[in-house]
């Protein structure tokens, strides 16, 4: 302690004391409420019922004209509460247009294109973000640019090789053109861009492995968030094409899309049955949202929080 010329004591502190110095007042550490979750308010929860009720408002309507009639689906103020014939209208359709083989065709193949695409992708996404090569970002900007080309551009070519390949009818015919998607090259080049640090990779190098064996220890891993979430979204896309399947395909091995035709054709098609139909081809999916949903979502979070 020390006495300065105005008379006051001044007392020397060391510098790692931690007691607050006097005539400070000492800052906390924590502010009340800094860790505590926001709520949002009852406008915010009536805009997210709103719009659920909006985006469910069309499988409900579905589920209503697949268990009416076509009179009742017709008239100037169709009923709004399912009916009674839904059960005996999903028998005609599971019936009249073998809906069993057309339902294992589109899981055989739109299985087989998600798998592929999240595994090629994962691959050129990791060496165009980690990898160190020449022309790299003009090959990058090659794929993009694939984007830009409509795909109806394609498709005489395409039927032409399916044809010489001895390929018409058969599900390689639609499952090989779709095996890798430029969309899945940049969705993963992007994740990993930000989700895997270089560091961990040269760790890797270090300890004596090679890229094979850090892409499937090391990347893998590390992407499988992202992996997931292509997965379905490829999946989902794959199952509800259309146009390529009908091109390459018959009614005898067709797709859940087109084992669809069949319903509507005849003098007058049955409204109901066709809704009936395109029920039973989109219940796959919901199942599949179901039980992946979760996780989609926390994909989709991690993501964006590493990006």
Same mark, same amino acid.
């Given at each position: 302690? +020390?006495?300065?010329? #105005? @008379?006051?004591?001044?007392? $020397?502190?060391?510098?790692?004391?931690?007691?607050? *110095?006097?005539?400070?007042?000492?800052?906390?550490?924590?502010?009340?409420?800094?860790?505590?979750?926001?709520?949002?308010?009852?406008?915010?929860?009536?805009? $997210?019922?709103?719009? #659920?009720?909006?985006?469910?408002?069309?499988?409900?309507?579905?589920?209503?004209?697949?268990? %009416?009639?076509?009179?009742?689906?017709? *008239?100037?103020?169709?009923?709004?509460?399912? @009916?009674?014939? =839904?059960?005996?209208?999903?028998?005609?359709?599971?019936?009249?247009?073998? $809906?069993? %083989?057309?339902? !294992?065709?589109?899981?055989?193949?739109?299985?087989?294109?998600? !798998?592929? %695409?999240?595994?090629?992708?994962?691959?050129?996404?990791?060496? &165009?973000?980690?990898? *160190? &090569?020449? &022309?790299?970002?003009?090959?990058?900007?090659?794929?993009?640019? #694939?984007?830009?080309?409509?795909?109806? =551009?394609?498709?005489?070519?395409?039927?032409?090789?399916?044809?010489?390949?001895?390929?018409?009818?058969? $599900?390689?015919?639609?499952?090989?053109?779709?095996?890798?998607?430029?969309?899945?090259?940049?969705?993963?080049?992007?994740? =990993?861009?930000?989700?895997?640090?270089?560091?961990?990779?040269?760790?890797? *190098?270090?300890?004596?492995?090679?890229?094979?064996?850090? &892409?499937?220890?090391?990347? /893998?891993?590390?992407?499988?968030?992202?992996?997931?979430?292509?997965? /379905?979204?490829?999946?989902?896309?794959?199952?509800?094409?259309?146009?390529?399947?009908?091109?390459?395909?018959?009614? +005898?091995?067709? #797709?859940?899309?087109?084992?669809?035709?069949? =319903?509507?054709?005849?003098?007058?098609?049955?409204?109901?049955?066709?809704?009936?139909?395109? !029920? /039973?081809?989109?219940?796959? !999916? /919901?199942?599949?949202?179901?039980?992946?949903?979760?996780?989609?979502?926390?994909?989709?979070?991690?993501?964006?929080?590493?990006?």
């Amino acid at each position: 302690m +020390e006495t300065t010329s #105005t @008379g006051r004591s001044l007392t $020397l502190r060391r510098p790692d004391d931690p007691r607050p *110095r006097p005539g400070r007042r000492s800052r906390p550490l924590f502010r009340p409420g800094a860790g505590r979750q926001a709520h949002a308010g009852p406008l915010a929860y009536l805009l $997210l019922g709103l719009m #659920t009720v909006l985006s469910l408002f069309p499988l409900y309507w579905t589920m209503v004209a697949a268990s %009416t009639s076509s009179q009742a689906i017709n *008239r100037a103020n169709p009923p709004l509460l399912p @009916g009674g014939n =839904l059960i005996s209208h999903l028998g005609t359709a599971w019936q009249h247009a073998d $809906l069993g %083989t057309a339902v !294992l065709n589109s899981f055989v193949v739109s299985g087989s294109v998600a !798998l592929s %695409t999240v595994l090629f992708s994962t691959l050129a996404g990791f060496a &165009f973000a980690k990898l *160190r &090569f020449r &022309f790299r970002t003009a090959l990058l900007l090659v794929v993009i640019a #694939t984007t830009a080309v409509p795909p109806q =551009l394609s498709v005489i070519p395409l039927f032409q090789i399916m044809t010489s390949l001895g390929w018409y009818d058969h $599900l390689p015919a639609v499952i090989a053109p779709t095996l890798v998607s430029a969309v899945g090259v940049f969705f993963m080049r992007q994740y =990993l861009a930000e989700a895997l640090p270089y560091e961990l990779i040269e760790a890797a *190098r270090v300890d004596g492995a090679g890229s094979h064996r850090i &892409f499937w220890h090391v990347v /893998l891993p590390m992407a499988r968030p992202a992996m997931l979430v292509l997965f /379905l979204i490829t999946f989902v896309q794959s199952w509800n094409d259309f146009f390529w399947p009908f091109v390459v395909l018959t009614s +005898e091995n067709p #797709t859940v899309q087109v084992a669809m035709v069949k =319903l509507a054709q005849g003098f007058v098609p049955d409204q109901s049955v066709i809704m009936a139909g395109a !029920l /039973l081809g989109t219940l796959p !999916l /919901l199942l599949l949202f179901l039980v992946f949903g979760r996780r989609i979502v926390g994909g989709l979070i991690q993501g964006a929080l590493k990006g």
